[in-house]
């Protein structure tokens, strides 16, 4: 697959867009093809390398919207916001024209109307010259000639200037959207202060490399990823993960581009490029979410294809039945071209995509990523939520409570082989253990080495072999009549095939996960439970302190795929997993809605999961489930806004009581009215 991204120039119309996205995944050498008509982006999944593209994509677009062009993404080019100088001339014109007397009065209304018509009637001339006959430019043609025929001189051109008015409203209120949002990414600065021999040079992110020093002052946002090497500060990072209380950073602290540096200077060392950072990467998330589309948004796409056709037949229906039937047909066609002033879907085709595009960008600012808009929607209906337990529902940062050993085995010998063991591993065991003991680790003296996630370890370290891991992993080396560490997590340890003891550990509730929990159940989620591989009475004590519904334990990674998979099939319920994306990402990328909560910086919870929570406060869970409710509620508001107005202007059309000029703005304004009911979520807090 080779996946190409384009920039689009000049689309103006949602409906035009979505007819050329259509086209475009027509062609057979195209996989997939999404075309974001918010952020004017075109990505295209090929099957193998096309030569020459843009020709084909140019060739498709001016078919359907002769000003429509591509061109490869970031290329500068020079724009230049056109005013509608056009509308103000000829709305002068017009109103100079009622003060007239005819014939004079009767040629300036003509030349208002060219001129407010003009743009439109050029594009529906190309459109008609392309086969392309259902679209809003000729619509609004054949509407305003219909018009014109029957004398309605003023209101054909009034008509026409409303509507290049509601078009350049449109536009404004959908870049400013896109500026908010993008204003909110805008985490970077874009120099940084290098350390070099010639003393400290400002320069552009793009040249700096790994493992080089940059300083970083009070009141400055740190620019690249990297690791504290001198100086003390408290960083302010609300900007990536939400959390508004201030972290204290020293040295070999990791801090991320993007953190406000509240005080004092630090020294850092850059772990990663501009490219390769954190909130780079959290960008790019973001930018590409718009290819992962909610099924109201497929179901909208496929409905605006119909919508026109069938409201222009009920237009030729509206006419031709009463004139059949000896009715006046200038009466029944005035009415008739209210239908082709609200055949155009516009209002659906662009407000479901920017309520959902708002609702990313809102997320994104609280620290939550979510991958797609098709996981806000999911989230909003999940029914069945899991969790894994370690770091997700308890603190994850183990103590020791406990060390046992068998008769005639030294304590320091079993916590020696015990920290040799978990010397490599990332896992909670292991960081409570290294943090409880110290030894010497000499890496050459290693001579096999292997982890096996959420089992245990298999280490060969000076020609000793040891073993070190959950009571299932040692049984399944032969290891039986291990000894009882009670309700609290355990550690295993076997040396030269001796068994020696055991480290068990104790671990924490994070503070206010019952009361979230209490919440997310007020508020839908009907089923609660934990998958853990720690052992059934500590899962089971869990469990009911938290008010679970049900629990497993004992799972090694495999079971506990296997667990979900059960859970899912035999559920209706949208089910979502909640995991720290570490050990666990297979269960992960199996759940319907995968959730990974967990510290910023865990690479493989930005890889793995569907929705990406920066912090591990559990009020952060509540948030996503929050927004994502609240967006899916703002969708649906807005699909019902959209169709009940443009029903009842034709109703009204029906019955003689609604003109042509009150259609367009009836039609118009609930394009207005849905843009800037979604723009409200942005002012909105949290859930």
Request: negative net charge.
């Amino acid at each position: 697959m080779v996946i190409e991204e384009y920039d689009v120039h000049n689309l103006d119309c949602p409906d035009c867009g979505a007819k050329i996205e259509a086209e475009i995944n027509n062609l057979e050498e195209v996989e997939s093809a999404n075309l974001d008509f918010i952020n004017k982006h075109l990505t295209i999944e090929y099957i193998e390398k096309v030569d020459n593209p843009l020709k084909r994509l140019n060739a498709i677009a001016s078919k359907i919207d002769p000003n429509v062009q591509f061109t490869l993404a970031g290329l500068e080019q020079e724009r230049t916001e056109k005013k509608p100088w056009f509308i103000i001339v000829a709305i002068l014109v017009l109103t100079f024209s009622l003060f007239l007397s005819s014939p004079f009065s009767l040629i300036l209304g003509l030349i208002a109307y060219l001129i407010a018509s003009h743009r439109v009637i050029r594009k529906a001339v190309k459109e008609i010259a392309s086969r392309q006959i259902f679209t809003e430019n000729f619509l609004m043609t054949l509407a305003t000639a219909g018009a014109l025929y029957l004398g309605e001189l003023i209101e054909a051109s009034a008509v026409m200037i409303l509507y290049e008015i509601g078009l350049y409203l449109e536009s404004g209120a959908i870049a400013k959207s896109r500026k908010n949002l993008q204003a909110l990414l805008a985490l970077k600065p874009e120099k940084a202060h290098l350390k070099t021999e010639n003393g400290i040079e400002d320069r552009k992110l793009n040249t700096i490399q790994k493992n080089q020093i940059i300083l970083v002052y009070a009141g400055e946002r740190i620019p690249l990823d990297g690791v504290v090497i001198k100086g003390e500060s408290t960083v302010d990072t609300s900007s990536l993960t939400g959390e508004a209380i201030p972290v204290f950073v020293e040295p070999k602290s990791s801090v991320f581009a993007g953190f406000l540096n509240g005080s004092g200077i630090l020294e850092i060392q850059v772990q990663n490029s501009e490219a390769e950072s954190m909130v780079s990467r959290i960008i790019k998330l973001i930018e590409n979410a718009s290819a992962k589309k909610s099924d109201t948004e497929k179901f909208m796409t496929r409905f605006a294809k119909y919508y026109t056709p069938a409201v222009v037949l009920a237009a030729v229906l509206v006419f031709a039945i009463p004139s059949l039937l000896g009715y006046s047909y200038k009466i029944w066609l005035q009415r008739a071209l209210i239908f082709l002033v609200v055949s155009c879907p516009c209002a659906l085709v662009i407000s479901i995509p920017l309520t959902y595009y708002i609702g990313i960008g809102k997320s994104a600012k609280s620290g939550i990523i979510f991958k797609g808009s098709i996981y806000l929607d999911l989230l909003s209906r999940v029914k069945t939520l899991i969790f894994d337990k370690t770091g997700t529902l308890t603190t994850g940062e183990l103590s020791i409570a406990e060390i046992k050993t068998v008769p005639d085995i030294d304590q320091e010998e079993l916590k020696l082989s015990t920290w040799l063991c978990e010397w490599t591993s990332s896992h909670p065991f292991a960081k409570a253990v290294k943090k409880a003991f110290s030894y010497k680790f000499e890496p050459s003296k290693v001579d096999a080495f292997s982890e096996f996630p959420g089992k245990g370890i298999l280490l060969v370290y000076n020609q000793d072999r040891y073993l070190c891991g959950s009571e299932v992993f040692l049984e399944s080396f032969g290891f039986l009549n291990l000894l009882d560490a009670g309700d609290n997590s355990v550690v295993h340890t076997v040396k030269n095939d001796i068994y020696l003891g055991c480290i068990s550990f104790v671990d924490e509730l994070k503070p206010g996960m019952k009361e979230v929990l209490t919440e997310l159940k007020q508020k839908g989620v009907k089923h609660l439970s934990v998958l853990s591989g720690d052992r059934i009475p500590k899962v089971e004590k869990v469990a009911k302190e938290l008010g679970l519904d049900s629990f497993y334990a004992a799972l090694t990674p495999e079971s506990k795929l296997t667990k979900l998979e059960e859970i899912i099939n035999s559920s209706q319920d949208i089910v979502a997993y909640c995991g720290d994306g570490l050990n666990d990402a297979p269960v992960l990328a199996r759940a319907d809605v995968g959730i990974a909560m967990g510290k910023i910086g865990a690479q493989a919870s930005i890889e793995t999961a569907d929705v990406v929570l920066l912090n591990d406060k559990p009020e952060q869970l509540k948030s996503a489930f929050g927004i994502s409710k609240e967006t899916n509620k703002m969708v649906w508001q807005n699909i019902f806004l959209a169709l009940s107005i443009k029903m009842l202007v034709m109703i009204l059309g029906i019955a003689g009581l609604a003109q042509l000029w009150e259609a367009i703005i009836a039609d118009v304004g609930v394009t207005l009215l849905v843009i800037f009911n979604s723009l409200r979520m942005m002012k909105h807090p949290d859930g």
